[in-house]
């Protein structure tokens, strides 16, 4: 057997290693055991899978999944860049310090799902703690457009004046415009 098919064996035995089902609990227990490790969270995400009901093989089929699109991914991006196999040895000991979060897979690494920029906004001020609805972005105006309580849009006014730059909060009042920062508040809206 050449190298090549060597490697591809092991890799489809590490892809399908996930149907075995066995990493499910070693991964929960490992991350209750360890909650600071990398990756501590999965185990976290598993349990509120089962508990609602996730079948384990199912569980097992998207891993296998996410493995084999890994592995297809790295093989790819290999042949792909041109740079020696020499430069790959030891690579697998740099991955985790390479985390864009610098959190090295731990716990709040994994990036957000992309959403719509207003739901994405909307999302970044309720975890600030601002309750509010966002009705629009107008970014070459530097505007926002919120709907919600006088307390909770003065506090959206003070999170966005600290942005760069700055963005001017348009608030919705009933059916009222009013502007919160700015010098001259928009013309009422019918």
Partial sequence: MTPREQLLQQLWSDINAAM?????????RHSEQHPDAPFADTGAALQRLLALGADRRDLALLWRQASYETAFGTLYLMGDTGIDLADFRGLHESILSADPSGLEGRPGSAPRKKLDPLLELERTLSEAGIQVCVLD????????????EPPQLESARLYFAAQHPPMTVITTLGAKWQAILGSQPPEENG
């Fill in 20 to 28: 075995e089902e066995r990493w499910i609990d070693g991964c929960i």
């Fill in 137 to 148: 972005v107008y970014p070459s105006a530097s505007k926002v457009r919120l709907y919600g």
